[in-house]
Protein backbone atom coordinates (compact mmCIF):
# COMPACT_ATOMS: atom_id res chain seq x y z
CA UNK A 1 0.00 0.00 0.00
CA UNK A 2 1.33 3.49 -1.48
CA UNK A 3 0.82 5.87 1.95
CA UNK A 4 0.63 10.24 0.82
CA UNK A 5 2.01 12.37 4.08
CA UNK A 6 2.38 16.12 2.87
CA UNK A 7 5.11 17.24 5.50
CA UNK A 8 6.58 20.17 6.88
CA UNK A 9 9.54 20.75 9.13
CA UNK A 10 9.29 16.58 10.08
CA UNK A 11 5.57 17.19 10.88
CA UNK A 12 2.66 16.71 9.07
CA UNK A 13 2.29 19.61 6.83
CA UNK A 14 -0.86 21.97 8.39
CA UNK A 15 -2.80 22.10 5.23
CA UNK A 16 -2.69 20.18 2.22
CA UNK A 17 -3.83 22.69 -0.59
CA UNK A 18 -0.43 24.58 0.13
CA UNK A 19 2.21 21.83 1.08
CA UNK A 20 5.23 21.95 -0.81
CA UNK A 21 6.32 18.27 0.31
CA UNK A 22 5.41 15.05 -0.23
CA UNK A 23 6.42 12.16 1.99
CA UNK A 24 5.21 8.92 -0.15
CA UNK A 25 5.64 5.47 2.37
CA UNK A 26 5.48 2.03 0.66
CA UNK A 27 4.20 -0.53 3.43
CA UNK A 28 3.61 -4.29 2.52
CA UNK A 29 1.44 -6.26 5.48
CA UNK A 30 1.71 -3.55 8.21
CA UNK A 31 5.27 -2.52 7.97
CA UNK A 32 7.16 0.30 6.34
CA UNK A 33 9.54 -0.57 3.59
CA UNK A 34 10.25 2.08 1.93
CA UNK A 35 9.89 5.87 2.05
CA UNK A 36 10.32 9.00 -0.54
CA UNK A 37 10.65 12.82 -0.39
CA UNK A 38 9.02 14.55 -3.28
CA UNK A 39 7.66 18.27 -4.26
CA UNK A 40 4.66 18.89 -4.63
CA UNK A 41 3.64 20.67 -7.66
CA UNK A 42 2.35 24.50 -6.43
CA UNK A 43 0.69 25.00 -10.12
CA UNK A 44 -2.68 23.86 -9.63
CA UNK A 45 -4.44 21.70 -7.60
CA UNK A 46 -5.26 19.05 -10.18
CA UNK A 47 -1.74 18.66 -10.88
CA UNK A 48 -1.51 18.06 -7.16
CA UNK A 49 -3.97 15.36 -7.49
CA UNK A 50 -2.47 13.76 -10.54
CA UNK A 51 0.95 13.31 -9.05
CA UNK A 52 -0.61 11.76 -6.01
CA UNK A 53 -3.14 9.14 -8.81
CA UNK A 54 0.54 9.01 -10.63
CA UNK A 55 2.21 7.44 -7.80
CA UNK A 56 -0.59 5.09 -7.17
CA UNK A 57 -1.25 6.92 -3.59
CA UNK A 58 -3.62 4.77 -2.48
CA UNK A 59 -4.09 6.95 1.04
CA UNK A 60 -3.69 10.56 1.73
CA UNK A 61 -2.77 11.14 5.13
CA UNK A 62 -3.33 14.77 5.75
CA UNK A 63 -3.67 18.18 8.19
CA UNK A 64 -6.22 20.41 6.96
CA UNK A 65 -7.57 19.95 3.74
CA UNK A 66 -9.87 22.15 2.02
CA UNK A 67 -13.21 20.95 1.43
CA UNK A 68 -12.84 21.17 -2.65
CA UNK A 69 -9.84 19.32 -2.47
CA UNK A 70 -10.89 16.43 -0.44
CA UNK A 71 -13.79 15.91 -2.61
CA UNK A 72 -11.70 16.16 -5.65
CA UNK A 73 -9.21 13.76 -4.03
CA UNK A 74 -11.75 11.62 -3.22
CA UNK A 75 -13.13 11.55 -6.62
CA UNK A 76 -9.97 9.77 -7.49
CA UNK A 77 -10.23 6.93 -5.49
CA UNK A 78 -8.14 7.71 -2.65
CA UNK A 79 -8.88 7.27 0.82
CA UNK A 80 -7.97 10.35 2.69
CA UNK A 81 -7.55 10.69 6.23
CA UNK A 82 -7.62 14.41 7.52
CA UNK A 83 -6.78 16.66 10.05
CA UNK A 84 -3.73 14.80 11.59
CA UNK A 85 -0.77 16.31 12.77
CA UNK A 86 2.04 15.66 14.65
CA UNK A 87 5.97 14.07 14.24
CA UNK A 88 5.76 12.02 11.15
CA UNK A 89 7.49 9.57 12.72
CA UNK A 90 5.57 9.26 15.19
CA UNK A 91 2.31 9.63 13.13
CA UNK A 92 3.61 6.75 10.72
CA UNK A 93 3.88 3.79 12.80
CA UNK A 94 0.86 4.64 14.76
CA UNK A 95 -1.25 4.89 11.43
CA UNK A 96 0.27 1.40 10.35
CA UNK A 97 -1.32 -0.12 14.40
CA UNK A 98 -4.57 1.08 13.17
CA UNK A 99 -3.89 3.60 15.73
CA UNK A 100 -4.99 6.72 13.58
CA UNK A 101 -6.87 8.67 13.13
CA UNK A 102 -6.74 8.52 17.01
CA UNK A 103 -6.21 10.94 20.10
CA UNK A 104 -2.54 12.67 20.25
CA UNK A 105 -2.82 12.73 16.61
CA UNK A 106 -5.44 15.64 16.35
CA UNK A 107 -5.18 19.04 14.68
CA UNK A 108 -6.56 21.55 17.34
CA UNK A 109 -10.24 22.26 17.04
CA UNK A 110 -10.82 18.88 14.91
CA UNK A 111 -10.82 16.60 17.76
CA UNK A 112 -13.24 13.51 17.96
CA UNK A 113 -15.11 10.90 15.87
CA UNK A 114 -17.92 13.21 15.67
CA UNK A 115 -15.72 16.15 14.35
CA UNK A 116 -14.83 13.84 11.74
CA UNK A 117 -17.27 11.98 10.69
CA UNK A 118 -19.54 15.55 10.30
CA UNK A 119 -16.67 16.94 8.32
CA UNK A 120 -16.85 14.09 5.89
CA UNK A 121 -20.50 13.97 5.61
CA UNK A 122 -20.61 17.67 4.40
CA UNK A 123 -18.19 17.12 2.40
CA UNK A 124 -19.51 13.98 0.40
CA UNK A 125 -18.88 11.27 2.07
CA UNK A 126 -21.87 9.06 1.37
CA UNK A 127 -21.06 5.97 -0.65
CA UNK A 128 -23.88 3.99 -2.60
CA UNK A 129 -23.88 0.20 -1.30
CA UNK A 130 -23.31 -0.45 -5.12
CA UNK A 131 -19.92 1.03 -5.37
CA UNK A 132 -18.70 -1.50 -2.30
CA UNK A 133 -15.53 -3.58 -3.09
CA UNK A 134 -12.56 -4.68 -1.77
CA UNK A 135 -10.84 -0.94 -2.24
CA UNK A 136 -13.41 0.54 -0.80
CA UNK A 137 -11.65 3.30 2.12
CA UNK A 138 -12.23 1.98 5.41
CA UNK A 139 -12.82 3.66 8.02
CA UNK A 140 -12.68 7.37 6.78
CA UNK A 141 -12.97 8.78 10.06
CA UNK B 1 2.32 15.26 21.79
CA UNK B 2 0.90 18.60 23.52
CA UNK B 3 2.81 20.82 25.06
CA UNK B 4 1.21 22.98 27.99
CA UNK B 5 3.29 26.14 28.58
CA UNK B 6 2.88 28.80 31.25
CA UNK B 7 0.64 31.92 29.90
CA UNK B 8 2.79 34.35 28.97
CA UNK B 9 0.63 37.77 30.48
CA UNK B 10 -0.27 38.70 33.75
CA UNK B 11 -3.75 38.14 34.35
CA UNK B 12 -5.23 41.73 34.02
CA UNK B 13 -3.37 42.23 30.15
CA UNK B 14 -5.10 38.75 29.34
CA UNK B 15 -8.47 40.27 30.49
CA UNK B 16 -7.96 43.17 28.26
CA UNK B 17 -6.70 41.66 25.49
CA UNK B 18 -10.26 38.74 25.96
CA UNK B 19 -12.11 41.71 25.74
CA UNK B 20 -11.03 43.61 22.35
CA UNK B 21 -12.26 42.26 18.63
CA UNK B 22 -8.91 41.15 17.58
CA UNK B 23 -7.80 38.14 17.79
CA UNK B 24 -4.38 38.21 19.52
CA UNK B 25 -1.98 35.83 20.00
CA UNK B 26 1.64 35.50 21.04
CA UNK B 27 4.17 32.43 20.38
CA UNK B 28 7.36 31.35 21.95
CA UNK B 29 10.38 31.33 20.30
CA UNK B 30 9.74 27.71 18.55
CA UNK B 31 6.54 29.59 16.99
CA UNK B 32 4.61 27.28 19.80
CA UNK B 33 1.27 29.45 20.99
CA UNK B 34 1.28 30.90 24.41
CA UNK B 35 -1.67 32.77 24.26
CA UNK B 36 -4.70 33.16 22.61
CA UNK B 37 -7.32 35.73 23.21
CA UNK B 38 -11.26 35.22 23.26
CA UNK B 39 -11.66 37.07 19.68
CA UNK B 40 -8.77 34.38 18.55
CA UNK B 41 -10.75 31.43 19.30
CA UNK B 42 -14.10 33.00 18.05
CA UNK B 43 -12.20 33.84 14.31
CA UNK B 44 -10.69 30.47 14.33
CA UNK B 45 -12.87 28.34 15.89
CA UNK B 46 -10.41 26.43 18.23
CA UNK B 47 -10.15 26.79 22.14
CA UNK B 48 -7.85 28.25 23.73
CA UNK B 49 -6.96 24.87 25.80
CA UNK B 50 -7.01 23.07 21.94
CA UNK B 51 -4.16 26.03 21.11
CA UNK B 52 -2.13 26.59 24.02
CA UNK B 53 1.44 25.04 23.66
CA UNK B 54 1.03 23.96 19.40
CA UNK B 55 2.65 24.64 16.54
CA UNK B 56 0.96 28.10 15.04
CA UNK B 57 0.85 26.96 11.59
CA UNK B 58 -1.44 24.23 12.89
CA UNK B 59 -3.92 26.37 14.99
CA UNK B 60 -3.59 28.97 11.97
CA UNK B 61 -3.49 26.71 9.18
CA UNK B 62 -2.68 29.22 6.83
CA UNK B 63 -1.25 30.00 3.08
CA UNK B 64 1.86 31.71 4.09
CA UNK B 65 2.87 29.44 7.04
CA UNK B 66 5.08 26.97 4.91
CA UNK B 67 7.05 29.59 2.59
CA UNK B 68 6.56 33.06 3.87
CA UNK B 69 5.17 32.85 7.48
CA UNK B 70 5.12 36.56 8.33
CA UNK B 71 5.91 36.00 12.32
CA UNK B 72 8.82 34.60 11.25
CA UNK B 73 9.62 37.29 9.03
CA UNK B 74 9.15 39.57 11.51
CA UNK B 75 11.40 37.62 14.16
CA UNK B 76 14.58 37.54 11.33
CA UNK B 77 14.27 41.38 10.58
CA UNK B 78 13.19 42.82 13.55
CA UNK B 79 9.90 44.57 11.59
CA UNK B 80 6.36 44.14 12.44
CA UNK B 81 4.14 43.42 9.39
CA UNK B 82 1.14 45.32 9.17
CA UNK B 83 -2.14 44.23 7.68
CA UNK B 84 -1.54 41.31 5.43
CA UNK B 85 -4.14 39.91 3.94
CA UNK B 86 -4.10 36.21 3.86
CA UNK B 87 -6.09 33.06 3.65
CA UNK B 88 -7.16 30.44 6.86
CA UNK B 89 -8.14 27.14 6.61
CA UNK B 90 -11.47 26.56 9.20
CA UNK B 91 -11.99 22.97 10.32
CA UNK B 92 -15.15 23.04 8.73
CA UNK B 93 -12.57 22.97 4.83
CA UNK B 94 -13.72 26.32 3.93
CA UNK B 95 -11.13 28.82 3.85
CA UNK B 96 -11.49 32.58 5.68
CA UNK B 97 -9.87 35.69 4.26
CA UNK B 98 -7.69 37.27 7.33
CA UNK B 99 -5.88 40.67 7.90
CA UNK B 100 -3.11 40.35 10.15
CA UNK B 101 -0.15 41.92 11.62
CA UNK B 102 2.82 41.18 13.75
CA UNK B 103 5.36 42.15 16.19
CA UNK B 104 8.52 40.84 18.22
CA UNK B 105 7.70 40.32 21.76
CA UNK B 106 10.10 41.09 24.23
CA UNK B 107 10.59 40.94 28.26
CA UNK B 108 10.86 44.26 30.63
CA UNK B 109 15.19 43.91 29.60
CA UNK B 110 13.95 44.34 25.94
CA UNK B 111 14.80 40.30 24.99
CA UNK B 112 13.39 38.51 22.37
CA UNK B 113 10.90 36.08 24.04
CA UNK B 114 8.63 35.64 20.77
CA UNK B 115 6.00 37.00 18.49
CA UNK B 116 2.65 38.59 18.62
CA UNK B 117 0.12 38.65 16.02
CA UNK B 118 -2.88 40.53 15.94
CA UNK B 119 -5.79 39.57 12.99
CA UNK B 120 -9.43 40.20 12.43
CA UNK B 121 -11.50 38.56 10.15
CA UNK B 122 -12.10 40.25 6.60
CA UNK B 123 -14.66 38.24 5.39
CA UNK B 124 -17.54 40.64 5.87
CA UNK B 125 -15.99 43.15 4.27
CA UNK B 126 -15.23 41.34 1.58
CA UNK B 127 -18.69 40.21 1.51
CA UNK B 128 -20.03 44.07 1.40
CA UNK B 129 -17.66 45.14 -1.03
CA UNK B 130 -18.70 42.73 -3.78
CA UNK B 131 -22.83 43.78 -2.68
CA UNK B 132 -21.57 47.27 -3.23
CA UNK B 133 -19.39 47.34 -6.16
CA UNK B 134 -21.82 45.42 -8.19
CA UNK B 135 -23.16 41.97 -8.47
CA UNK B 136 -20.36 40.94 -10.62
CA UNK B 137 -16.93 41.53 -9.46
CA UNK B 138 -14.35 38.98 -10.07
CA UNK B 139 -14.71 37.55 -6.67
CA UNK B 140 -17.81 36.10 -8.02
CA UNK B 141 -15.69 34.57 -10.95
CA UNK B 142 -15.58 31.21 -9.44
CA UNK B 143 -12.22 29.59 -9.84
CA UNK B 144 -9.31 28.87 -7.65
CA UNK B 145 -7.13 27.59 -10.76
CA UNK B 146 -3.34 28.92 -11.42
CA UNK B 147 -4.81 30.11 -15.20
CA UNK B 148 -7.76 31.90 -13.63
CA UNK B 149 -5.32 33.29 -11.07
CA UNK B 150 -3.20 35.06 -13.83
CA UNK B 151 -5.77 36.40 -14.99
CA UNK B 152 -7.40 37.86 -11.77
CA UNK B 153 -3.54 39.59 -11.25
CA UNK B 154 -3.55 41.79 -13.99
CA UNK B 155 -7.25 41.97 -13.93
CA UNK B 156 -7.47 45.38 -11.82
CA UNK B 157 -4.63 47.40 -14.08
CA UNK B 158 -6.46 46.05 -17.09
CA UNK B 159 -9.74 47.39 -15.61
CA UNK B 160 -8.00 50.86 -14.72
CA UNK B 161 -6.83 51.52 -18.11
CA UNK B 162 -9.22 52.59 -20.86
CA UNK B 163 -8.06 50.54 -23.46
CA UNK B 164 -9.90 48.40 -25.45
CA UNK B 165 -10.38 44.32 -24.22
CA UNK B 166 -10.96 41.02 -26.66
CA UNK B 167 -12.24 38.16 -24.38
CA UNK B 168 -12.02 35.23 -26.17
CA UNK B 169 -12.83 31.94 -25.30
CA UNK B 170 -15.47 28.86 -25.93
CA UNK B 171 -18.92 29.14 -25.39
CA UNK B 172 -19.68 29.58 -21.14
CA UNK B 173 -16.38 30.10 -20.05
CA UNK B 174 -17.56 33.22 -19.02
CA UNK B 175 -17.11 36.34 -21.58
CA UNK B 176 -19.55 38.55 -20.23
CA UNK B 177 -18.63 37.47 -16.51
CA UNK B 178 -15.39 38.91 -16.99
CA UNK B 179 -16.11 41.79 -18.61
CA UNK B 180 -18.65 42.80 -16.03
CA UNK B 181 -15.74 42.03 -13.87
CA UNK B 182 -13.12 44.55 -15.68
CA UNK B 183 -16.14 47.20 -15.90
CA UNK B 184 -17.08 46.93 -11.98
CA UNK B 185 -12.45 47.21 -11.25
CA UNK B 186 -12.99 50.40 -13.24
CA UNK B 187 -13.24 54.38 -12.80
CA UNK B 188 -16.69 53.66 -14.86
CA UNK B 189 -18.23 51.17 -12.14
CA UNK B 190 -20.78 54.08 -11.37
CA UNK B 191 -21.80 54.50 -15.13
CA UNK B 192 -23.97 52.22 -17.30
CA UNK B 193 -23.09 48.25 -18.58
CA UNK B 194 -24.67 47.83 -21.49
CA UNK B 195 -24.12 44.29 -23.58
CA UNK B 196 -25.17 43.55 -27.02
CA UNK B 197 -24.63 40.26 -28.68
CA UNK B 198 -23.87 40.86 -32.06
CA UNK B 199 -24.78 37.44 -33.20
CA UNK B 200 -28.22 37.08 -32.19
CA UNK B 201 -29.22 39.89 -34.58
CA UNK B 202 -29.59 40.42 -38.49
CA UNK B 203 -27.50 43.71 -39.97
CA UNK B 204 -30.09 45.63 -40.57
CA UNK B 205 -31.16 45.48 -36.55
CA UNK B 206 -28.15 45.43 -35.29
CA UNK B 207 -27.31 48.25 -37.16
CA UNK B 208 -29.98 50.73 -35.49
CA UNK B 209 -29.26 48.61 -31.81
CA UNK B 210 -25.85 50.12 -31.66
CA UNK B 211 -25.85 53.37 -33.02
CA UNK B 212 -29.79 54.23 -32.60
CA UNK B 213 -31.96 55.96 -35.50
CA UNK B 214 -33.80 58.47 -36.56
CA UNK B 215 -37.72 59.33 -36.58
CA UNK B 216 -38.47 57.87 -40.14
CA UNK B 217 -34.77 56.41 -40.72
CA UNK B 218 -36.78 53.25 -42.03
CA UNK B 219 -40.29 51.69 -41.82
CA UNK B 220 -41.37 51.45 -38.09
CA UNK B 221 -38.93 54.24 -36.78
CA UNK B 222 -41.89 56.34 -35.53
CA UNK B 223 -39.87 57.57 -33.11
CA UNK B 224 -36.03 58.24 -32.46
CA UNK B 225 -33.92 56.13 -30.92
CA UNK B 226 -30.90 56.06 -28.81
CA UNK B 227 -29.07 53.07 -29.16
CA UNK B 228 -26.61 51.41 -27.32
CA UNK B 229 -23.78 53.32 -27.57
CA UNK B 230 -25.62 56.46 -26.14
CA UNK B 231 -27.48 53.89 -23.35
CA UNK B 232 -23.53 52.97 -22.47
CA UNK B 233 -22.34 57.14 -22.56
CA UNK B 234 -19.71 57.39 -19.72
CA UNK B 235 -19.91 53.45 -19.00
CA UNK B 236 -18.82 50.14 -20.56
CA UNK B 237 -20.13 48.52 -23.88
CA UNK B 238 -19.73 44.69 -24.31
CA UNK B 239 -19.84 43.57 -27.39
CA UNK B 240 -20.32 39.81 -27.23
CA UNK B 241 -19.60 37.34 -30.95
CA UNK B 242 -17.71 40.32 -32.10
CA UNK B 243 -16.80 37.61 -34.62
CA UNK B 244 -20.25 37.63 -35.99
CA UNK B 245 -20.66 40.81 -37.31
CA UNK B 246 -20.44 41.73 -41.27
CA UNK B 247 -17.58 43.39 -42.82
CA UNK B 248 -19.76 46.50 -44.11
CA UNK B 249 -20.59 46.87 -39.56
CA UNK B 250 -17.35 46.14 -39.07
CA UNK B 251 -16.47 49.28 -40.58
CA UNK B 252 -19.22 51.42 -38.53
CA UNK B 253 -17.29 49.77 -35.52
CA UNK B 254 -13.77 50.54 -36.75
CA UNK B 255 -15.24 54.57 -36.84
CA UNK B 256 -16.10 54.22 -33.62
CA UNK B 257 -13.35 52.62 -32.11
CA UNK B 258 -11.17 55.13 -34.21
CA UNK B 259 -12.68 58.74 -33.93
CA UNK B 260 -15.25 57.71 -30.70
CA UNK B 261 -18.04 58.85 -32.61
CA UNK B 262 -20.97 57.50 -34.52
CA UNK B 263 -23.64 58.77 -36.41
CA UNK B 264 -27.63 57.17 -35.79
CA UNK B 265 -29.19 55.76 -38.49
CA UNK B 266 -30.83 58.04 -40.57
CA UNK B 267 -28.99 60.76 -38.99
CA UNK B 268 -26.38 63.05 -40.66
CA UNK B 269 -24.80 64.30 -37.91
CA UNK B 270 -22.20 62.46 -35.30
CA UNK B 271 -22.34 62.14 -32.05
CA UNK B 272 -19.51 61.42 -29.57
CA UNK B 273 -18.72 58.61 -27.73
CA UNK B 274 -17.43 57.91 -24.45
CA UNK B 275 -17.70 54.45 -23.78
CA UNK B 276 -14.92 51.77 -22.71
CA UNK B 277 -15.55 49.32 -25.43
CA UNK B 278 -14.87 45.49 -24.16
CA UNK B 279 -15.54 42.49 -26.62
CA UNK B 280 -15.50 38.73 -26.94
CA UNK B 281 -15.66 35.70 -28.96
CA UNK B 282 -15.73 32.03 -29.07
CA UNK B 283 -14.20 31.99 -32.76
CA UNK B 284 -10.62 32.14 -33.90
CA UNK B 285 -9.90 35.63 -35.03
CA UNK B 286 -7.07 35.42 -36.19
CA UNK B 287 -8.17 32.73 -38.71
CA UNK B 288 -11.25 35.19 -39.59
CA UNK B 289 -8.51 38.04 -40.58
CA UNK B 290 -6.63 35.11 -42.46
CA UNK B 291 -10.02 34.55 -44.06
CA UNK B 292 -10.01 37.97 -44.61
CA UNK B 293 -13.76 37.87 -42.73
CA UNK B 294 -12.28 40.08 -40.38
CA UNK B 295 -10.93 42.87 -41.35
CA UNK B 296 -7.34 43.67 -39.97
CA UNK B 297 -7.55 47.23 -38.93
CA UNK B 298 -10.03 46.56 -37.08
CA UNK B 299 -8.75 43.19 -35.33
CA UNK B 300 -5.76 45.45 -33.93
CA UNK B 301 -8.27 48.07 -32.74
CA UNK B 302 -9.81 45.58 -30.84
CA UNK B 303 -7.02 43.32 -29.78
CA UNK B 304 -5.09 45.64 -27.64
CA UNK B 305 -5.82 44.05 -24.62
CA UNK B 306 -6.55 39.95 -24.50
CA UNK B 307 -7.93 38.00 -21.80
CA UNK B 308 -7.86 34.32 -22.92
CA UNK B 309 -10.27 32.27 -20.62
CA UNK B 310 -9.77 28.59 -20.00
CA UNK B 311 -12.24 26.14 -20.80
CA UNK B 312 -13.47 24.07 -18.12
CA UNK B 313 -11.33 21.11 -19.34
CA UNK B 314 -8.16 23.38 -18.52
CA UNK B 315 -9.42 24.02 -15.15
CA UNK B 316 -11.00 20.98 -13.69
CA UNK B 317 -10.06 21.95 -10.21
CA UNK B 318 -12.90 24.76 -10.15
CA UNK B 319 -15.65 21.72 -10.59
CA UNK B 320 -15.79 21.44 -7.08
CA UNK B 321 -15.87 25.05 -6.17
CA UNK B 322 -18.78 25.83 -9.65
CA UNK B 323 -20.48 22.85 -7.87
CA UNK B 324 -21.06 24.14 -4.31
CA UNK B 325 -21.54 27.87 -5.87
CA UNK B 326 -24.38 26.58 -8.01
CA UNK B 327 -25.92 24.50 -5.57
CA UNK B 328 -26.14 27.10 -2.99
CA UNK B 329 -27.68 29.73 -5.44
CA UNK B 330 -30.03 27.05 -6.43
CA UNK B 331 -30.81 26.17 -2.69
CA UNK B 332 -31.84 30.20 -2.32
CA UNK B 333 -33.62 29.80 -5.01
CA UNK B 334 -35.87 27.44 -5.14
CA UNK B 335 -35.65 27.26 -0.73
CA UNK B 336 -34.20 23.57 -1.12
CA UNK B 337 -32.01 22.28 1.41
CA UNK B 338 -29.19 19.96 -1.27
CA UNK B 339 -25.68 19.62 0.23
CA UNK B 340 -23.60 18.23 -2.09
CA UNK B 341 -23.39 15.87 -4.42
CA UNK B 342 -21.77 12.43 -4.38
CA UNK B 343 -18.32 10.91 -5.08
CA UNK B 344 -19.38 9.10 -7.91
CA UNK B 345 -21.30 12.00 -8.91
CA UNK B 346 -18.06 14.47 -8.50
CA UNK B 347 -15.79 11.45 -10.08
CA UNK B 348 -18.24 11.72 -12.98
CA UNK B 349 -17.84 15.42 -13.20
CA UNK B 350 -14.12 14.98 -13.04
CA UNK B 351 -13.68 12.95 -16.30
CA UNK B 352 -16.55 14.55 -18.45
CA UNK B 353 -14.88 16.67 -21.21
CA UNK B 354 -17.72 19.60 -20.51
CA UNK B 355 -17.89 21.27 -24.33
CA UNK B 356 -20.34 23.58 -22.85
CA UNK B 357 -17.97 24.65 -20.07
CA UNK B 358 -19.79 26.13 -16.73
CA UNK B 359 -23.18 27.16 -18.34
CA UNK B 360 -23.28 23.05 -19.27
CA UNK B 361 -22.21 21.84 -15.42
CA UNK B 362 -24.87 24.99 -14.19
CA UNK B 363 -27.50 23.14 -16.42
CA UNK B 364 -26.45 19.60 -15.27
CA UNK B 365 -27.04 20.90 -11.87
CA UNK B 366 -30.07 22.62 -12.17
CA UNK B 367 -31.33 19.40 -14.17
CA UNK B 368 -29.71 17.18 -10.79
CA UNK B 369 -32.07 19.77 -8.34
CA UNK B 370 -35.45 18.77 -10.61
CA UNK B 371 -34.82 15.04 -9.79
CA UNK B 372 -33.30 15.07 -6.49
CA UNK B 373 -34.91 13.85 -3.67
CA UNK B 374 -32.47 13.82 -1.08
CA UNK B 375 -29.64 16.31 0.14
CA UNK B 376 -26.80 14.58 -2.14
CA UNK B 377 -26.95 14.81 -6.14
CA UNK B 378 -26.53 11.22 -6.63
CA UNK B 379 -26.06 9.71 -10.40
CA UNK B 380 -29.83 8.63 -10.96
CA UNK B 381 -30.45 12.87 -10.98
CA UNK B 382 -27.96 13.52 -14.07
CA UNK B 383 -28.93 14.52 -17.48
CA UNK B 384 -28.69 11.47 -19.74
CA UNK B 385 -25.40 12.29 -21.27
CA UNK B 386 -23.99 11.96 -18.28
CA UNK B 387 -25.13 9.06 -16.98
CA UNK B 388 -21.93 6.17 -16.56
CA UNK B 389 -22.06 3.75 -18.96
CA UNK B 390 -21.95 0.62 -16.89
CA UNK B 391 -19.67 -2.07 -19.00
CA UNK B 392 -21.23 -4.60 -16.22
CA UNK B 393 -24.87 -4.20 -16.39
CA UNK B 394 -25.83 -7.98 -17.27
CA UNK B 395 -27.66 -8.20 -21.30
CA UNK B 396 -31.28 -8.03 -21.83
CA UNK B 397 -32.66 -11.28 -21.80
CA UNK B 398 -31.60 -13.02 -19.08
CA UNK B 399 -33.62 -14.24 -16.17
CA UNK B 400 -33.70 -13.55 -12.61
CA UNK B 401 -31.88 -16.51 -11.56
CA UNK B 402 -29.18 -16.17 -14.56
CA UNK B 403 -28.89 -12.25 -13.39
CA UNK B 404 -28.34 -13.46 -9.49
CA UNK B 405 -26.02 -15.99 -10.29
CA UNK B 406 -24.12 -13.51 -12.79
CA UNK B 407 -24.16 -11.10 -9.74
CA UNK B 408 -22.55 -13.39 -7.08
CA UNK B 409 -20.30 -14.69 -9.68
CA UNK B 410 -18.77 -11.13 -9.99
CA UNK B 411 -18.57 -10.76 -6.51
CA UNK B 412 -16.71 -14.03 -5.80
CA UNK B 413 -14.02 -12.94 -8.41
CA UNK B 414 -13.80 -9.37 -6.94
CA UNK B 415 -13.16 -11.21 -3.29
CA UNK B 416 -10.47 -13.71 -5.32
CA UNK B 417 -13.15 -16.67 -4.28
CA UNK B 418 -13.46 -15.73 -0.49
CA UNK B 419 -17.39 -16.46 0.34
CA UNK B 420 -17.09 -14.52 3.81
CA UNK B 421 -16.00 -11.82 2.12
CA UNK B 422 -18.57 -12.05 -0.76
CA UNK B 423 -21.27 -12.58 1.31
CA UNK B 424 -20.82 -9.40 3.43
CA UNK B 425 -20.74 -7.75 0.21
CA UNK B 426 -23.81 -9.02 -0.99
CA UNK B 427 -25.12 -7.94 2.32
CA UNK B 428 -26.55 -11.87 2.93
CA UNK B 429 -25.47 -14.69 5.53
CA UNK B 430 -22.35 -16.79 4.57
CA UNK B 431 -25.20 -19.75 4.79
CA UNK B 432 -27.39 -18.23 2.38
CA UNK B 433 -24.64 -17.76 0.16
CA UNK B 434 -23.69 -21.53 0.52
CA UNK B 435 -27.41 -22.83 -0.58
CA UNK B 436 -27.72 -19.97 -3.72
CA UNK B 437 -23.84 -21.59 -4.65
CA UNK B 438 -25.61 -25.20 -4.35
CA UNK B 439 -28.51 -23.83 -5.92
CA UNK B 440 -27.19 -21.71 -9.05
CA UNK B 441 -24.47 -24.25 -9.65
CA UNK B 442 -22.39 -21.46 -9.67
CA UNK B 443 -18.67 -22.34 -9.78
CA UNK B 444 -15.84 -20.80 -7.94
CA UNK B 445 -13.40 -18.69 -10.24
CA UNK B 446 -10.42 -19.29 -10.83
CA UNK B 447 -7.94 -18.29 -8.85
CA UNK B 448 -5.56 -15.30 -11.32
Request: one cysteine or more.
Amino acid sequence: MKVAIPVFQNRVSPVFDWSTRLLVIETDQGCEIRREELTLSADSATSRIDSLAGLSIEVLLCGGISAPLFALVRSRGIRVVPWISGEVNEVIPAFLKGKIPGKGFYMPGCCGKRFRQSFIRRNQQQRSRNQRGPDRPRNDT
Amino acid sequence: MNKRSEPLLPDWSATILDSIADGVFTVDQDFRVTFFNQAAEEITGIAKSEALGRPCCEVFRADICENLCALKATSKTGKPVVNLAVNILRADGKRLPISISTALLKDAAGEVIGGVETFRDISLVEALRKELTASYSFADIISSSYKMRKIFTILPEIARSESTVLITGKSGTGKELMARAIHSLSMRKDKPFVAVNCGALPDSLLESELFGHMKGAFTGAVHDRPGRFQQAEGGTIFLDEIGDVSPALQVRLLRVLQEREFEPVGSSSSTKADVRVVCATNRDVEALVQEEKFRQDLYYRVNVVRISLPSLNERKEDIPLLVEHFISRLNRLRNRNVTGVTPEVMAVFMAHDWPGNARELENAIEHAFILCRNELIDLYSLPDNLQPKDPEAPPAGLTLAEIEARTIYEALKRNNGRRLATAKELGIDKSTLWRKLQKLNIQLPEEE
